[in-house]
């Protein structure tokens, strides 16, 4: 060997030393970030000791002798598992990412900006009653403890972006309920959608996707109703059983919000011990209270109501004037402000936020206005003043039986939501809580944006808290929400013209009226039911059709009972063949829109075939039958899946296609950590079953990503008030060098729940500051 290449290989080797040292020790530096979770932190803040013990998953057990303490130890044990996440989502509410990362940000700052969702917090917290103000102040206090005590590494996400946190405020955490009002209301866009679609496709076609009625409408409660696009907002499970009914005498209550899926989960669990109660549920990082849980006394949960609370108003702008609007009092002046936008890497951008008496003008955000000589403004009931929704979760978590928590439900006011309980007496029921408006006239039944001018279709209150849906009693055998019309038969006020499909809520019933007694284990596999009642009804429908066109691969089809079982081919063929058939029928008469509307509605493919209109294919010569479209879409599926899984359909799973990936907002664009850093499994379920496993509709090819789906599962008896089980979508730490960043995925796949009891061989207690 020469002397030259002899130096080179120990130069080579030199460099790849130095590169392991350079990588082992800056994972060794950025693990000394993970939290602390052993032996004493003395602080100020703390009133007296408080114990934090975890269990074998993280989820932590707070031990304190004032509410105070416990929300402060809250607070430091949030910041210690999540403080990105909190940091990103204040900054997503005040319209400030652009200043972290670029101009990428600046259109979501743009809209946050405009709705004034953190101004909307700062008003929560100055209206705040006492003991609200004290809850936020103590929680803050623990968050900003641990900033200013840190020592090691901060989250990676904050080396990587290149900036530190700044301290917590408490209208840092009074936003994630005003972008939880956001997420969870889509009328605003459905109104918009609408527009563009009735004016970009044939009038029947218009009437057939969006007013005429379901072919299922007419089993539900509410009468024959339209259902229309259900977008990833509109979804969750509850129910509660009555003591009748429950195999301990005691009632039964169940829960899984739907909701993104995603790193690091929306939740974080935890057990909250004090002299007053103890607490055991779902919390969010960035507030102090238990969102959805009990106190041993009570237990609540939450699915969206869907209910309309969103209204988009034509402003027309008065001639020659384009800084005045037409009101039915003469011309008005739009109330206008500055707003200054922060973006990393770039100049600060200046943008100007117009206002009608409707609310915040967002066409300026961009999109169709309408025409030239007019713009669309936004009422929505979260941007009501003395919004009091904060003060309703801290009574919730405070009250001891029904009765009070019915009474903290009136100042629960955004975003409308079922909230299903039960209390230990045995009172079981559910309130559709939340400010729904009151209209004096209603315009093209709220699907489209109505004219402002006149003063005609205005909003003049909203609806008393007596006159919302709701039940309660002792003698009920069971109460079923899941985002379906849970209105009473001759019920009148207007809640919305759309209500999403009810496959879930009768499925719900149907498992529940088939069981005896029942018991959590119970509970659990109807939480976890993965059958698809509109998608066997579109088989079973249309399967003949399959036979002719290709009887080898329909034959997968008969024996079909519905399961979406992510280890059978069915599943797989028929979502696929629904997928197709809505392509041939819709791709061509859509003119553009087929993308954006198609979103798995079964009920509207069966108007279309039964119709037969859209059958025909304008671009062809042909004369086409809706079997020939059928039959078609049947050849795609097998091609397309041949393609991508081999020709033999006993190797076909449904879990090839339908996978959650679950990414981490920032890892999930760095190449290398991307594929690192996030998770991705097999799993059961559609957008139909009661496991919900919503998967965007394929653009090209058959993958299926599962990106919806239940965030959290919470079941618990009320004989045994401690034994609460829980399951989460993900884990409890936001760093991936954590052993709790993705633990809990296959129990939440699995279905394997867990107690929140006190335990764990680690404890960190938090001293507070001895006093001379």
Excluded at 5 to 10: G, I, Q
Excluded at 623 to 630: R, W
Excluded at 737 to 754: E, N, Q
Aim: charge should be negative; aromatic fraction near 8%.
């Amino acid at each position: 060997m020469s002397k030259a290449l002899r130096w080179t290989l120990r130069i080579i080797g030199s460099i790849l030393c130095l590169l392991i040292i350079g990588l082992v020790g800056g994972y060794l530096f950025l693990r000394s970030g993970l939290p602390q979770i052993d032996g004493e932190i003395t602080l100020k803040g703390v009133s007296a000791a408080v114990s934090i013990t975890r269990d074998e998953r993280g989820v932590p057990t707070i031990s304190a002798q004032s509410s105070d303490d416990a929300y402060f130890a809250l607070g430091f044990v949030h910041a210690q598992d999540r403080l990105f996440q909190m940091d990103a989502m204040r900054r997503l509410g005040a319209g400030r990412l652009s200043e972290i990362l670029g101009d990428t940000a600046l259109e979501t700052d743009r809209l946050m900006r405009t709705l004034g969702l953190y101004a909307s917090a700062e008003d929560q917290v100055n209206a705040a009653s006492p003991a609200l103000k004290a809850a936020l102040t103590a929680y803050a206090a623990g968050v900003n403890a641990f900033i200013a005590n840190h020592s090691g590494a901060w989250p990676p996400e904050f080396y990587l972006l290149n900036y530190r946190p700044e301290a917590w405020q408490p209208a840092d955490s009074l936003v994630w309920g005003r972008l939880m009002a956001l997420d969870l209301s889509n009328n605003w866009q459905a109104e918009a959608s609408n527009r563009s679609m009735k004016r970009g496709v044939p009038a029947y076609l218009y009437d057939l996707l969006v007013t005429a009625p379901s072919p299922r409408a007419a089993s539900n409660d509410g009468g024959n109703l339209p259902l229309l696009r259900q977008p990833l907002s509109e979804a969750s499970n509850s129910w509660v059983v009555g003591p009748q009914q429950s195999a301990s005498g005691k009632p039964l209550i169940a829960n899984d919000p739907h909701l993104g899926l995603a790193l690091p989960s929306t939740w974080y669990l935890a057990r909250i011990e004090t002299p007053e109660m103890t607490w055991t549920g779902a919390t969010a990082p960035g507030m102090p209270f238990i969102i959805i849980g009990t106190n041993q006394l009570v237990a609540w949960t939450f699915t969206t109501t869907h209910g309309d609370t969103q209204d988009l108003f034509e402003e027309k702008l008065v001639a020659g004037r384009a800084n005045q609007y037409e009101t039915p009092d003469g011309p008005q002046p739009f109330v206008t402000h500055q707003e200054k936008i922060r973006v990393k890497g770039a100049d600060d951008t200046e943008i100007t936020i117009r206002s009608t008496r409707h609310g915040p003008v967002v066409s300026d955000l961009g999109g169709d206005p309408g025409t030239p000589d007019t713009v669309l403004a936004l009422s929505w009931t979260a941007l009501l003043p003395d919004d009091r929704t904060p003060e309703a979760i801290l009574a919730i978590n405070k009250a001891r039986d029904a009765a009070a928590l019915e009474v903290a439900l009136i100042d629960f006011h955004a975003p409308e939501q079922n909230v299903v309980y039960a209390d230990a007496e045995g009172i079981t029921g559910f309130i559709a809580a939340g400010r729904v408006p009151q209209r004096r006239t209603i315009f093209e039944g709220s699907r489209l944006p109505a004219p402002g001018w006149s003063g005609a279709y205005d909003w003049i209150g909203t609806l008393p808290m007596s006159s919302l849906p709701q039940l309660r009693g002792d003698s009920i055998d069971f109460l079923v929400t899941a985002n379906n019309d849970i209105r009473p038969l001759g019920y009148r006020p207007f809640i919305t013209a759309d209500w999403p499909d009810d496959a879930r809520a009768r499925r719900i019933r149907e498992l529940l009226r088939a069981g005896a007694l029942h018991t959590l284990d119970r509970l659990k596999s109807i939480q976890l039911d993965s059958h698809s009642a509109p998608l066997l009804a579109f088989v079973r429908h249309w399967q003949s059709e399959a036979a002719k066109a290709d009887p080898d691969l329909a034959a997968n089809l008969i024996d079909w009972d519905g399961s979406m079982d992510r280890n059978a081919a069915a599943p797989l063929i028929a979502t696929i063949w629904v997928d197709r058939v809505a392509k041939r029928l819709l791709a061509d008469e859509m003119r553009g829109h087929f993308s954006d509307w198609w979103f798995w509605q079964i009920d509207r493919l069966e108007l279309l075939l039964a119709d037969g209109r859209a059958c025909d294919d304008v671009e062809s010569p042909a004369k086409d039958s809706c079997a020939d479209i059928l039959a078609a879409a049947f050849a795609d599926t097998r091609r397309d899946l041949t393609a991508a899984y081999g020709s033999d359909p006993t190797h076909w799973h449904w879990g090839d296609s339908h996978r959650a990936p679950f990414n981490h907002p920032v890892y999930s664009h760095i190449p290398l950590l991307k594929d690192w850093l996030s998770a991705d499994l097999a799993t059961d379920g559609d957008f139909f079953s009661v496991n919900r496993g919503t998967t965007l509709p394929p653009r090209n090819g058959v993958a299926l990503p599962h990106i919806h789906g239940p965030s959290l599962r919470f079941l618990m008896d009320f004989a045994d008030p401690d034994g609460a089980l829980f399951v989460l979508a993900g884990g409890q730490s936001g760093n991936p060098l954590s052993p709790h960043f993705t633990d809990g995925l296959a129990d939440w796949r699995d279905g394997s729940y867990r107690l929140l009891k006190e335990g764990g061989s680690n404890q960190l207690v938090l001293e507070p500051v001895s006093t001379p």
